[in-house]
């Protein structure tokens, strides 16, 4: 049956679709031997050859689903021209050829869905799909309820307009105060722009969970397989942008650990792998 390119490589597990897009106007695709940059090209998986620079893909992969608690100081990618520290480092171990949904800065720490479900990752990170990401910002003093209730009236960035689902005081410390802020789309540094932008920067960024599924429990560099009922509620998720969530209200301050950088990949664990 002939199928988009991008869809064939999705399923396939290989990337999410607009990752897929991406390789296919590069020119990493080929189709019986010719590369192919259009996007709107087809192919059949049964009769094609269709390989991604070089290699042949197969008939799609068992579907895998992980929560990863990304580390502080390491990039969300599997390869890196600066040679900085990687993902690659807590999901090397996976059997099947996964990849990360979306992007946490080199200096945020927090949950980060990783799968090779690629048409799962597209629902999570097309912004019409309103996925909510749950994160806590650390600031200096006490925002004031005018910075809190301008967060969600919304706030004019360099590329468009921005808001907040959610935003509340979450808990304080002497000097700072942790807050709670809910987005639906994952532009870049979105939630340290919203906060510079109402005049409370950011000093310390968390990804509490990413649509409904969290890091509570775990440690920095811990990968976690999710459950068949935690696959099926993130399937759910797109269109649920405005409704209020219990789920993510409960949310706790990010992991404590000494040291600085990412921890070391034999301190990592992973939790059981789902049933089939």
Same mark, same amino acid.
């Given at each position: 049956?002939?199928?988009?390119?991008?869809?064939?490589?999705?399923?396939?597990?290989?990337?999410?679709?607009?990752?897929?897009? =991406? *390789?296919?106007?590069?020119?990493? +695709?080929?189709?019986?031997?010719?590369?192919?940059?259009?996007?709107?090209?087809?192919?059949?998986?049964?009769? !094609? +050859? %269709?390989?991604?620079?070089?290699?042949? %893909?197969?008939?799609?992969? !068992?579907?895998?689903?992980?929560?990863?608690?990304?580390? $502080?100081?390491?990039?969300? =990618?599997?390869?890196?021209?600066?040679?900085?520290?990687? %993902?690659? =480092?807590?999901?090397?171990? $996976?059997?099947?050829?996964?990849?990360?949904? #979306?992007?946490?800065?080199?200096?945020?720490?927090? @949950? &980060?869905?990783? =799968?090779? !479900?690629? !048409?799962?990752?597209? &629902?999570?990170?097309?912004?019409?799909? #309103? +996925?909510?990401?749950?994160?806590?910002?650390?600031?200096?003093?006490?925002?004031?309820?005018?910075?809190?209730?301008?967060? %969600?009236?919304?706030?004019? *960035?360099?590329?468009?307009?921005?808001?907040?689902?959610?935003?509340?005081?979450?808990?304080?410390?002497?000097?700072?105060?942790?807050?709670?802020?809910?987005?639906?789309?994952?532009?870049?540094?979105?939630?340290?722009?919203?906060?510079? /932008?109402?005049?409370?920067? $950011?000093?310390?960024?968390?990804?509490?969970?990413?649509?409904?599924?969290?890091? @509570? #429990?775990?440690?920095?560099?811990?990968?976690?397989? *999710?459950?068949?009922?935690?696959?099926?509620?993130?399937?759910?998720? @797109?269109?649920?942008? /405005?409704?209020?969530?219990?789920?993510?209200?409960?949310?706790?301050?990010?992991?404590?650990?000494? #040291?600085?950088?990412?921890?070391?990949?034999?301190?990592?664990?992973?939790?059981?792998?789902?049933?089939?």
């Amino acid at each position: 049956m002939l199928e988009r390119l991008q869809k064939i490589l999705a399923h396939a597990g290989v990337a999410s679709r607009r990752k897929a897009e =991406t *390789l296919i106007e590069d020119g990493h +695709v080929t189709v019986n031997g010719k590369v192919v940059r259009e996007l709107g090209s087809k192919a059949d998986l049964r009769e !094609d +050859v %269709i390989q991604v620079d070089g290699r042949t %893909i197969r008939e799609e992969q !068992d579907k895998v689903y992980y929560v990863l608690y990304k580390p $502080v100081g390491c990039v969300t =990618t599997l390869s890196d021209p600066e040679k900085r520290a990687t %993902i690659k =480092t807590y999901i090397e171990h $996976v059997p099947e050829r996964v990849y990360p949904v #979306g992007r946490l800065d080199y200096d945020v720490e927090g @949950a &980060l869905i990783v =799968t090779n !479900d690629g !048409d799962l990752a597209h &629902l999570l990170m097309h912004p019409r799909f #309103g +996925v909510r990401r749950t994160y806590l910002a650390k600031v200096h003093g006490v925002p004031t309820e005018e910075q809190i209730e301008q967060l %969600i009236k919304g706030v004019r *960035l360099e590329d468009g307009r921005a808001k907040a689902l959610e935003a509340e005081l979450h808990s304080r410390t002497p000097k700072n105060t942790w807050v709670r802020v809910v987005v639906a789309e994952g532009r870049q540094h979105m939630v340290k722009r919203l906060m510079e /932008a109402v005049g409370a920067p $950011v000093q310390k960024l968390f990804r509490a969970d990413y649509g409904g599924i969290g890091v @509570a #429990g775990m440690s920095p560099g811990e990968l976690r397989e *999710l459950t068949r009922a935690e696959v099926e509620f993130l399937k759910g998720q @797109a269109g649920k942008k /405005a409704e209020a969530s219990d789920r993510s209200r409960r949310v706790a301050l990010p992991a404590r650990r000494h #040291g600085h950088g990412p921890p070391p990949p034999g301190g990592r664990r992973q939790r059981g792998r789902q049933k089939k």
